[in-house]
């Protein structure tokens, strides 16, 4: 579903990516781990064209990315839910989930389907779905920011450190849930510093540092390699 080869890409003066190379397959989950400033979100936003990469070449579902914008990548399936969760405050808990479909140009009906099945998925929102985003705890704010993505009808989901200053409970609630989506054929990228928690939810993971990919293996060989979590992931 998304293959790159030989990503370069920089932040002012700043090469934040280097030789990067990743593949994820459909139905596959990848955790990409690193300490902080190791060029995670950088890695995320440049497979959406956030940054444009200086070199090398990205595909999404067959396709180059190069020259789309990240919302018409969004809109083919290629959906980010960015670090720090950013919904929108004061819209309900139901129009931030609408806000997922906005551009889509999806009948009426298939909204409301699709709207139905995240209350399916997390009741806790169907309880919420009026109250205002902002009003939401931490953990329930993440739950809707992954379910706004899923409203998108995404191929691949890449989320940014989904696990950030939640509790444990919800962060395994989440990734259960992302676990099963992919017998229905979901890819995800799963971008943490919780390196432990990433490796038990995902198939293959890849270690970043100083924006080099410095081991990629399956994630249950990363797991039982004590010198990889002492070297790079404290
Ligand atoms: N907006 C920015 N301006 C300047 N430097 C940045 C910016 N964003 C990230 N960086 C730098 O790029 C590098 C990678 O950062 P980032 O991709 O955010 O890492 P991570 O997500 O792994 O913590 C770091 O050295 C960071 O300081
Ligand atoms: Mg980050």
Known sequence: MIQAK??????????????VDLHVARGEMLAVIGAN?????????????????????????????????????ARMGLVHVPQ??????????????????????????????????EFE???????REGISGGALSGGEQQMLAVSRGLMMGPKVLMLDEPSLGLAPKIVHL???TLNELKAEGLSVILVEQAAVLALEYSDRGLVLRNGKVVVESDSVSLRNSQALVDGYLT
């Open 6 to 19: 030989g990503i370069y890409a920089r932040i002012g003066s700043i090469e934040v990516l280097s030789q």
């Open 37 to 73: 400033g190791a060029g995670k979100t950088s890695l995320l936003r440049t497979l959406s064209n956030i940054i444009i990469p200086e070199k090398g070449e990205i595909h999404f579902d067959g396709k180059p990315t190069r020259g789309k914008q990240a919302h018409e990548l």
């Open 84 to 117: 720090g969760r950013q919904i929108i405050p004061n819209l309900s808990v139901r129009d931030n989930l609408l806000l997922g479909t906005h551009y889509l140009n999806l009948p009426a009906d298939e909204k409301s389907a699709r709207l139905e099945k």
């Open 121 to 127: 998925r997390f009741p806790v929102l169907k309880a």
């Open 174 to 176: 989440i990734l259960q």
